[in-house]
T-cell receptor, first 111, second 113 residues
């Protein structure tokens, strides 16, 4: 089983729609979780960290479910500019500063 | 405030050759991590440098080596290139080994023919 698994998509959604992605992780002791955004042929950029209680940043909401070992990203009122690949990132336990990236979920927002 | 810079932008090499990629971290950062991103995949962690030492390493062979200089810049060296080494090589910088706020450079696209 992969350490971090994501549905690669693509998710094609109309402008204004709400879309949600899930990401599952295999190591129950994983400590920190993040969502990164990567535009085509560009570098990844941190979108948001994921906190145990869930967190929101404008139209974006991230949640963590430790019991089922997944994190989620919800995007409300999708914009054309949200089209990108969304990478799930997990920090491993044991004091390591190494992180593992998922394959990414591609989102295409359609006019 | 200069962000993370990488050079060169693109590189074409032949199998068996050696390559050196360079990275300058974001101003104020002292930790550099290197990642390999194959087409259609997420970035894979290669190694991390802090205080001029390799601190963590991913599942990459010894053909991949690195160095960090006193000014915190870093090099990634790959020997005996294979076709499978073709990828985007990303450098990320952070402060004091932290990975919760990494800033990535634009990457070096390596093609091995």
């Amino acid at each position: 089983r992969k350490e971090v698994e994501q549905d690669p998509g693509p998710f094609n959604v109309p402008e204004g729609a709400t879309v949600a992605f899930n990401c599952t992780y295999s190591n129950s002791a994983s400590q920190s979780f993040f969502w990164y955004r990567q535009d085509c042929r560009k570098e990844p950029k941190l979108l948001m960290s994921v906190y145990s209680s869930g967190n929101e940043d404008g139209r974006f909401t991230a949640q963590l479910n430790r019991a089922s070992q997944y994190i989620s990203l919800l995007i409300r009122d999708s914009k054309l500019s949200d089209s990108a690949t969304y990478l799930c990132v997990v920090r491993l336990p044991g004091g390591y500063q190494k992180v593992t990236f998922g394959i990414g979920t591609k989102l295409q927002v359609i006019p | 405030d200069a962000g993370v810079t990488q050079s060169p932008t693109h590189l074409i090499k032949t199998r068996g050759q050696q390559v050196t990629l360079r990275c300058s971290p974001k101003s104020g950062h002292d930790t550099v991590s290197w990642y390999q991103q194959a087409l259609g995949q997420g970035p894979q962690f290669i190694f991390q440098y802090y205080e001029e030492e390799e601190r963590q390493r991913g599942n990459f062979p010894d053909r991949f080596s690195g160095h960090q200089f006193p000014n915190y810049s870093s090099e990634l060296n790959v020997n005996a290139l294979l076709l499978g080494d073709s990828a985007l090589y990303l450098c990320a910088s952070s402060l004091r080994l932290a990975v919760y706020e990494q800033y990535f450079g634009p990457g070096t696209r390596l093609t091995v023919t």
